[in-house]
């Protein structure tokens, strides 16, 4: 079973429209700000995708390879890279916040609890914000650090969906068992998606589905 087969179910993937997902996603995209205090974010307006997970998760990576743009987004091999929340403007449609990784970073612990109040602050207080997804990193599955924000944006309302990354450093049989889990862990959490998506940035696997999922948001 390929990726893009396990990112959704054949009855799914026919839903979406992959071609507005391709077209939207073929518009220029560009960086807005960095923010590293919650003052600094854009005021509300497009529909906003906010993109989470653990450090080195490949948030940007993803981005990266949804916009087609190999460095629109900032990538590095060393956790916590990321330490501000960076707004992209896609097609004056949709607006994409890359957020600083959890979980790990190589900074004091006061910076990193500056962070943490940061993401959460602005998870829970963007009134724009359609989705959350939060990247997990298919060789590992959810850790404690995932459930921890799951359960914040539960408390919060904030819908959110669960996107396995690195779809590609897994075999198919273990990587259909690990969605088919999450899935089953993610129905027991009310402001979860109940459809966990498959990536590979690298070799484009689930891309344009994520693109249809992201376009019908927009």
């Given at each position: 079973m390929s990726?893009?087969?396990?990112?959704?179910?054949?009855?799914k993937a026919n839903e979406l429209d992959l071609e507005t997902g391709r077209l939207l996603f073929a518009q220029s995209c560009e960086f807005i700000i960095s923010c590293a205090r919650l003052d600094q974010v854009p005021e509300p307006g497009l529909p906003e995708i906010a993109f989470a997970g653990r450090s080195n998760v490949g948030k940007s990576s993803l981005i990266n390879a949804l916009v087609g743009h190999k460095a629109l987004a900032r990538t590095s091999n060393t956790?916590?890279?990321t330490q501000q929340i960076n707004f992209f403007e896609l097609g004056e449609r949709l607006m994409i916040a890359?957020?600083?990784?959890y979980g790990y970073a190589r900074a004091p612990k006061a910076e990193v609890r500056q962070w943490t109040h940061l993401i959460e602050s602005y998870l829970v207080g963007r009134a724009n914000l359609r989705?959350?997804?939060v990247l997990v990193d298919a060789r590992h599955g959810l850790k404690d650090n995932d459930r921890s924000v799951m359960?914040?944006?539960d408390k919060a309302a904030q819908p959110y969906q669960i996107v396995l990354t690195k779809g590609d450093k897994i075999k198919p049989r273990p990587l259909d068992d690990l969605k088919m889990r999450t899935e089953s862990e993610a129905a027991?959490?009310?402001?979860?998606?109940?459809?966990?998506?498959?990536?590979?940035?690298r070799k484009g696997g689930g891309i344009p589905e994520l693109r249809a999922?992201?376009?019908?948001?927009?």
């Open positions: 990726i893009s087969e396990t990112s959704l179910s054949p009855e956790p916590g890279r890359d957020l600083p990784g989705r959350i997804l359960m914040v944006l027991s959490h009310p402001a979860a998606h109940p459809d966990v998506m498959v990536t590979s940035a999922v992201l376009a019908a948001l927009a």
